[in-house]
């Protein structure tokens, strides 16, 4: 899982719930809060930072249907949050999320197509809309009366601390809110319509003052009696799923007109936490309930598979105090099932009969709301931020013993990218996903480290693009501004996971010659690859995805003159690169053989041609390349050459947007005809003083081998 973060909070925080002192020295405090946690040495005339802490405490998460899609989610004590999933920026920080409507204890709805308009509750009722064109909030409340210190005998309806929201899924435009009845509006909550009675116990002796005997608690959060959760049924509109706070639960099939009681019989008084409607079945409906207020911890989930008529206990496996907060369907398999609780996250892969810890590296924290999209899964905390598992495809494709078998899974379809990489640690940034195809393997449980294991990821017509292996360099050759050491294949016994980048092989390099830029292959067009796992004897296929990014207007002629040119680019440079290592070897050979005869009589005009070959070699070579340069900083003295112009020409060209610029094919040209002309040169001095000199050596009848005199020893 990668971690996914805003920063939370600002110096010395309120809402303060722990604190420490330091016994050996009082002016040592620290304080726990609804920020984080800050520290104080001068007794509190300053204390430390809460911004270099990913501590965001989130309630409830949603997602949208953009691409990067963005999460939407209040945070405890600040507020609410859309953040994007993934940044272009190498780590997704403080540019990439924005504050929207409602406040801590969040539900937000919008159209997940268009969410140009934001939807968000909070506290005591209120309820507002963003518009994200103008930043305008404004209240759409249901009944707006001041709630703040009235107790709730005295309001016209009770609303709960996390005020329910939602929208309907066939047509996001009609928004449904809860509080002691439900809510339905048509108009953006310009009206709202009372669509039910009191879906609640109503114990009206429990409406008066919350906070007795100490003080009235005022600000919402004991306000009891009220709808706790709202679930529109995917499958059928007008069908909704009601929870509330008390432990009821009630179905109506026809948006309100007549409603049945399907509560669990043995749930008792609880907290109806979170509903999920399966996506795969109208019938079937799942419940997190809580009843923790009670100080009973036991994890209470339920299935109903015949729409509330009968209730089953899915519970086992789940910690004894772990009590349940979400429960979510996974969108391909039905009978797999996350759960978030209050001490991590759990996994069924057989419908909820049993429960396996899910934690994996994700810190155990509670799960206060779990989404699934785009085949991820979202996790929001309480005091750790967000969380991803990006691809679920191992889980989906995984059932059953996988014993000694090669498994290759197939990966969910995968968009070209454009993501820089992190500048450097921030402790407070999220961690963007791997670029390109992420996708999973398992090797043989007999695996050793003396096996290897061959990946080649193949084009539609059989061409290898790419290929990785699992043997480990001990030293890999590298030097400044040289190729990247080659990225080994994870091989472990078991799981592994591994992205491609969707680049080409990369082009060689020259001994320790620095280039401009970088020497990776271009980017691959969006279409279908074969990826072929060699290992254990054992061959694994799968196909892999590429689409293009949905933002970028484009033709499919586009990508293909963009790839023909990165193509060209390559393949000239390729060339250019390997033809100067030729031609290195055969200046080192004409050294090699002028260090041997250079003493011996009569030698002295071939060694002069030797010389002057070299001499042209070098005077040709660096047309091509620039040798001068060994850091970033020379090339402000030392001219780039051809291969850093064709490198410069690829970063032109290798962007999310395909569509080639004049200038640029103008420019392909000209350095292609360079090239040319080099080659053409390099042949002249092959044909002339090479093929001299080699008539020259033979001429002089030399030995192969030349014992050196014993003075040269």
Same mark, same amino acid.
């Given at each position: 899982?990668?971690?996914?973060?805003?920063?939370?909070?600002?110096?010395?925080h309120?809402?303060?719930?722990?604190?420490?002192?330091?016994?050996?020295?009082?002016?040592?405090?620290?304080?726990?809060?609804?920020?984080?946690?800050?520290?104080?040495?001068?007794?509190?005339?300053?204390?430390?930072?809460?911004?270099?802490?990913?501590?965001?405490?989130?309630?409830?998460?949603?997602?949208?249907?953009?691409?990067?899609y963005?999460?939407?989610?209040?945070?405890?004590?600040?507020?609410?949050?859309?953040?994007?999933?993934?940044s272009?920026?190498?780590? &997704?920080?403080?540019?990439?999320? +924005?504050?929207?409507?409602?406040?801590?204890?969040?539900?937000?709805?919008?159209?997940?197509?268009?969410?140009?308009?934001?939807?968000?509750?909070?506290?005591?009722?209120?309820?507002?809309?963003?518009?994200?064109?103008?930043?305008?909030?404004?209240?759409?409340?249901?009944?707006?009366?001041?709630?703040?210190g009235?107790?709730?005998?005295?309001?016209?309806?009770?609303?709960?601390?996390?005020?329910?929201?939602?929208?309907?899924?066939?047509?996001?435009?009609?928004?449904?809110?809860?509080?002691?009845?439900?809510?339905?509006?048509?108009?953006?909550?310009?009206?709202?319509?009372?669509?039910?009675?009191?879906?609640?116990?109503?114990?009206?002796?429990?409406?008066?003052?919350?906070?007795?005997?100490?003080?009235?608690?005022?600000?919402?959060?004991e306000?009891?009696?009220? &709808?706790s959760?709202?679930?529109?049924?995917?499958?059928?509109?007008?069908?909704?799923?009601?929870?509330?706070?008390?432990g009821?639960?009630?179905?109506?099939?026809? /948006?309100?007109?007549?409603?049945?009681?399907?509560?669990?019989?043995? &749930?008792? /008084?609880?907290?109806?936490?979170?509903?999920?409607?399966?996506?795969?079945?109208?019938?079937?409906?799942?419940?997190?309930?809580?009843?923790?207020?009670?100080?009973?911890?036991?994890?209470?989930?339920?299935?109903?598979?015949?729409?509330?008529?009968?209730?089953?206990?899915?519970?086992?496996?789940?910690?004894?105090?772990?009590?349940?907060r979400?429960?979510?369907?996974?969108?391909?398999?039905?009978?797999?099932?996350?759960?978030?609780? /209050?001490?991590?996250?759990?996994?069924s892969?057989?419908?909820?009969?049993?429960?396996?810890r +899910?934690?994996?590296?994700?810190?155990?924290?509670?799960?206060?709301d779990?989404?699934?999209?785009?085949?991820?899964?979202?996790?929001?905390?309480?005091?750790?931020?967000?969380?991803?598992?990006?691809?679920?495809?191992?889980?989906?494709?995984?059932?059953?013993?996988?014993?000694?078998?090669?498994?290759?899974?197939?990966?969910?379809?995968?968009?070209? +990218?454009?993501?820089?990489?992190?500048?450097?640690?921030?402790?407070?940034?999220?961690?963007?996903?791997?670029?390109?195809?992420?996708?999973?393997?398992?090797?043989?449980?007999?695996?050793?480290?003396?096996?290897?294991?061959?990946?080649?990821?193949?084009?539609?017509?059989?061409?290898?693009?790419?290929?990785?292996?699992?043997?480990?360099?001990?030293k890999?050759?590298?030097?400044?501004?040289?190729?990247?050491?080659?990225?080994?294949?994870?091989?472990?016994?078991?799981?592994?996971?591994?992205?491609?980048?969707?680049?080409? /092989?990369p082009?060689a390099?020259?001994?320790?010659?620095?280039?401009?830029?970088s020497?990776?292959?271009?980017?691959?067009?969006?279409?279908?690859?074969?990826?072929?796992?060699?290992?254990?004897?054992?061959?694994?296929?799968?196909?892999?995805?590429?689409?293009?990014?949905?933002?970028?207007?484009?033709?499919?002629?586009?990508?293909?003159?963009q790839?023909?040119?990165l193509?060209?680019?390559?393949?000239?440079?390729?060339?250019?690169?390997?033809?100067?290592?030729?031609y290195?070897?055969?200046?080192?050979?004409?050294?090699?053989?002028?260090?041997?005869i250079?003493?011996?009589?009569?030698?002295e005009?071939?060694?002069?041609?030797?010389?002057?070959?070299?001499?042209?070699?070098?005077?040709?070579?660096?047309?091509?390349?620039?040798?001068?340069?060994?850091?970033?900083?020379?090339?402000?003295?030392?001219?780039?050459?051809?291969?850093?112009?064709?490198?410069?020409?690829?970063g032109?060209?290798?962007?999310?947007?395909p569509?080639?610029?004049?200038?640029?094919?103008?420019?392909?040209?000209?350095?292609?005809?360079?090239?040319?002309?080099?080659?053409?040169?390099?042949?002249?001095?092959?044909?002339?003083?090479?093929?001299?000199?080699?008539?020259?050596?033979?001429?002089?009848?030399?030995?192969?081998?030349?014992?050196?005199?014993?003075?040269?020893?």
């Amino acid at each position: 899982m990668r971690r996914h973060d805003t920063a939370h909070g600002v110096l010395a925080h309120t809402d303060q719930h722990d604190m420490w002192i330091n016994p050996n020295d009082p002016r040592n405090i620290a304080l726990a809060n609804d920020g984080g946690a800050c520290v104080t040495f001068n007794g509190g005339k300053s204390w430390s930072t809460q911004n270099n802490q990913p501590t965001a405490q989130f309630y409830r998460v949603i997602t949208d249907n953009q691409f990067p899609y963005r999460l939407y989610a209040g945070q405890q004590d600040n507020s609410t949050v859309s953040i994007a999933s993934r940044s272009a920026h190498g780590t &997704i920080g403080q540019r990439d999320w +924005f504050p929207t409507a409602g406040g801590e204890s969040a539900f937000l709805a919008f159209d997940p197509d268009q969410p140009d308009v934001v939807f968000g509750t909070t506290i005591q009722g209120m309820i507002d809309k963003h518009i994200l064109a103008t930043d305008e909030r404004k209240s759409v409340m249901v009944h707006p009366q001041l709630n703040l210190g009235t107790l709730p005998k005295d309001q016209k309806y009770r609303f709960n601390w996390n005020g329910p929201l939602t929208m309907q899924v066939q047509d996001p435009s009609i928004l449904y809110h809860g509080g002691n009845v439900l809510f339905k509006s048509l108009d953006g909550g310009a009206h709202w319509t009372q669509i039910s009675g009191d879906l609640t116990r109503n114990e009206v002796e429990k409406h008066g003052d919350g906070g007795t005997p100490y003080t009235n608690e005022a600000a919402g959060g004991e306000v009891y009696n009220t &709808i706790s959760y709202i679930a529109a049924s995917p499958h059928a509109a007008g069908t909704i799923w009601v929870g509330s706070d008390d432990g009821l639960v009630h179905l109506t099939q026809d /948006e309100g007109k007549t409603w049945k009681n399907v509560t669990p019989p043995d &749930i008792g /008084e609880s907290l109806i936490n979170a509903i999920e409607v399966s996506p795969h079945d109208p019938a079937t409906a799942f419940l997190a309930v809580t009843r923790y207020k009670f100080d009973d911890l036991r994890p209470m989930a339920y299935v109903t598979r015949d729409n509330g008529q009968h209730w089953t206990a899915i519970n086992d496996g789940i910690d004894s105090e772990h009590f349940v907060r979400a429960i979510r369907q996974d969108p391909v398999d039905p009978q797999i099932l996350y759960v978030g609780t /209050e001490g991590g996250l759990y996994l069924s892969t057989n419908g909820g009969k049993r429960w396996n810890r +899910f934690q994996l590296n994700l810190p155990i924290t509670p799960i206060t709301d779990l989404a699934l999209h785009d085949n991820d899964l979202i996790v929001a905390t309480s005091g750790r931020s967000f969380w991803i598992l990006d691809d679920l495809a191992a889980i989906q494709q995984s059932q059953g013993n996988v014993g000694n078998e090669l498994k290759l899974y197939t990966p969910k379809p995968s968009v070209k +990218f454009d993501a820089a990489t992190a500048a450097g640690p921030n402790p407070t940034a999220g961690t963007n996903p791997q670029p390109g195809v992420i996708f999973d393997y398992v090797l043989p449980a007999d695996w050793t480290d003396k096996q290897t294991a061959v990946l080649e990821i193949s084009d539609a017509d059989g061409n290898v693009l790419r290929s990785f292996t699992s043997k480990k360099v001990s030293k890999p050759k590298t030097w400044t501004g040289g190729p990247e050491p080659a990225k080994p294949l994870p091989a472990k016994p078991g799981l592994n996971r591994f992205h491609w980048d969707l680049r080409t /092989e990369p082009v060689a390099g020259i001994n320790n010659v620095f280039m401009f830029g970088s020497h990776n292959g271009p980017r691959i067009t969006p279409g279908t690859y074969t990826l072929k796992l060699n290992a254990a004897d054992q061959t694994a296929e799968c196909t892999a995805t590429v689409t293009a990014d949905p933002r970028v207007e484009a033709e499919a002629e586009d990508y293909r003159l963009q790839a023909e040119m990165l193509g060209k680019i390559r393949a000239t440079l390729a060339d250019i690169h390997t033809t100067v290592n030729q031609y290195r070897q055969v200046k080192s050979q004409v050294s090699a053989r002028l260090a041997a005869i250079r003493k011996m009589a009569g030698t002295e005009k071939l060694v002069q041609q030797g010389q002057a070959i070299n001499q042209q070699l070098n005077a040709w070579e660096q047309q091509l390349i620039q040798p001068s340069q060994k850091t970033f900083q020379d090339v402000i003295n030392f001219p780039n050459r051809l291969n850093a112009q064709l490198v410069f020409l690829a970063g032109q060209l290798d962007t999310n947007d395909p569509q080639t610029t004049q200038g640029c094919r103008d420019r392909l040209a000209e350095l292609v005809k360079q090239w040319e002309t080099q080659k053409s040169a390099l042949q002249a001095i092959v044909g002339g003083p090479i093929a001299q000199f080699n008539q020259a050596y033979r001429a002089q009848d030399l030995p192969a081998l030349i014992i050196p005199d014993s003075n040269d020893q």
